[in-house]
């Protein structure tokens, strides 16, 4: 028996208790409310998708080719369209198909002051905001989903075809559902520990189950792609893990997965000096990449701060602002000894924030975690901040170049360059960007695959195109022509507008409630038949 008719016969059964004052109520219809409302709570689907990532997980340490994948959403309208289409195109399926939450998209565009640089300084709030509008939109596209099928169900029905009734039935008892798991910025955790717990607690009852975290100081934070960023010593970031584990598990939500970024790469600066136990220890590592000079205590200056290392006095480096330096070159080792030690403290996942994107550099860090930790999986993030068609073309260059190849035809530094776009090495570029998620996937153990800020460039892209048309001698045939055809051709959903707002689950309500009393929106003289 199917959920749906359990449904139907429980309420049945509680109808007839109640005697005659339910006549009105239609356990059908009832079944069909629950169907279209599967999730109750934010908690309902932070458990569900936890559990999907898990299994993803598991797959993926089988099979290297179950590598998954997201888009970052900075609303709940642009991740629901995203989902939709991922639905039509791949044979009603969401397999391995997640959401990112990107932290500098809530910055730049969910602010109440208005867009922001991505340093920490929007509301805490606005993040859990945007996880339970997420889930909104796509819980509502379930519902929209389903009442489409309850209405062709019907008219199976009305129409005597027990063939396509039966058809319609295994859709519905099989309905693949639009909520997937979102991997969901919590930055630098928003303060201190307590501060990252508290923020966490709201975030998975929105509904993630899986919160990515950076090493970066939390009042010091600065997008992964920028310069001025400051680490902090890994006693400091994982009191923040341990404070993100113990949300998920007084939440329930004991399969959460952590995320834990580190910075190290890009990041020359620490606010602290790490307090050392004993030789060789966490502490005592994080200090040996500092930039020292051995001194006298004589040749101290007033206010210095000194330590001791291996029974010498150092002195280490100190900026006007009180901040202290890395020896250059040392990125690398302190992002694999980031990981390891993240590992070590109960994350599951990692994510290294590289300077450009190339498979070799992220195999070569992965390669001396993995030895330690040899299941250790790389979250990895295929940003916009890269010149991805520069960078690849570059490095096919001097991959020719060192195989002794002719490269005369080329300028290096100007390979972006469009005359560029037919010969044969942007071709082999091209491939190599297009594999490159499977490559790093294979080689350097990366299981997600996310671009941080896409559907911020298309938004952008989308409207310039639009506006240069409409506003220009196009006229309104700049929007026909540019959108409205396209979007009838491609059988995007949203053409019917009225539709995708809900117009017709309102309808569906109004008979429930009215029958055919009910005065419904979608009748003969609703244009959006038009569409049909």
Not at 476 to 502: D, F, P, T, W
């Amino acid at each position: 028996m199917s959920t749906l008719q359990a449904d139907i016969q429980a309420v049945a059964s509680l109808k007839e208790q109640a005697g005659h004052s339910w006549d009105g109520i239609n356990p059908e219809y009832v079944a069909r409310m629950r169907a279209q409302n599967k999730f109750k709570t934010g908690l309902d689907i932070a458990k569900y998708t936890a559990d999907i990532m898990r299994a993803d997980m598991a797959a993926f340490d089988k099979d290297k080719t179950k590598y998954t994948q997201s888009l970052g959403c900075w609303h709940g309208f642009i991740g629901q369209q995203k989902m939709i289409s991922i639905k039509k195109h791949f044979n009603g399926k969401t397999d391995r198909r997640y959401l990112y939450l990107s932290g500098w998209m809530v910055a730049a565009l969910r602010s109440s002051f208005g867009p922001l640089p991505d340093q920490s300084m929007h509301e805490k709030t606005v993040v859990a905001d945007l996880v339970r509008e997420l889930y909104t939109f796509l819980r509502q596209a379930d519902a929209r989903e389903l009442g489409g099928l309850f209405r062709a169900l019907d008219a199976a029905r009305e129409a005597g075809d027990t063939a396509e009734e039966a058809k319609i039935q295994d859709q519905i008892d099989n309905h693949v559902t639009h909520v997937v798991p979102i991997v969901a910025d919590i930055d630098a955790g928003f303060g201190n520990a307590e501060a990252t717990y508290l923020m966490a607690k709201q975030m998975i009852e929105a509904g993630a189950c899986c919160l990515q975290i950076e090493n970066q100081v939390a009042d010091e934070k600065q997008c992964g792609h920028q310069d001025g960023k400051v680490t902090v010593p890994h006693a400091d970031f994982h009191n923040k893990l341990r404070a993100l584990r113990y949300a998920f598990l007084e939440l329930g939500v004991d399969n959460g997965v952590i995320v834990a970024r580190t910075d190290s790469e890009g990041a020359g600066l620490t606010k602290e000096i790490a307090v050392v136990k004993e030789p060789g220890d966490q502490g005592d590592i994080y200090n040996s990449f500092l930039d020292v000079e051995e001194i006298n205590v004589a040749d101290m200056a007033e206010g210095d701060v000194c330590f001791n290392r291996n029974g010498k006095l150092v002195r280490p480096k100190r900026l006007p602002s009180g901040l202290y330096q890395f020896r250059e070159g040392t990125g690398h080792e302190r992002c694999v000894f980031d990981c390891i030690e993240a590992i070590n403290a109960g994350a599951d996942l990692l994510w290294i924030e590289t300077a450009v994107p190339t498979v070799h550099e992220i195999k070569g860090m992965m390669d001396e975690v993995r030895k330690v930790h040899p299941d250790a999986k790389l979250v990895y993030n295929n940003s916009p901040s890269f010149n991805w068609t520069l960078n690849f073309r570059q490095q096919t260059f001097d991959t020719w170049t060192a195989e002794g190849k002719d490269v005369s035809a080329y300028d290096r530094a100007n390979l972006m360059s469009a005359e560029y776009d037919e010969t044969e090495l942007a071709a082999v570029a091209d491939e190599r960007i297009k594999t490159f998620q499977a490559d790093t996937a294979r080689e350097a153990n990366v299981f997600h695959h996310l671009i941080t800020l896409p559907t911020y460039h298309t938004a952008a892209l989308s409207t310039d195109n639009l506006a240069k048309e409409y506003f220009g001698e196009q006229g309104m045939l700049g929007y026909v022509a540019g959108v409205q055809r396209k979007e009838i051709r491609q059988g995007i959903a949203c053409v019917k507008h009225q539709n995708m707002s809900g117009s017709d689950m309102g309808d569906d309500h109004k008979e429930y409630y009215a029958g055919e009393l009910a005065l419904k929106a979608g009748g003969a003289k609703n244009t959006s038949n038009q569409f049909n």
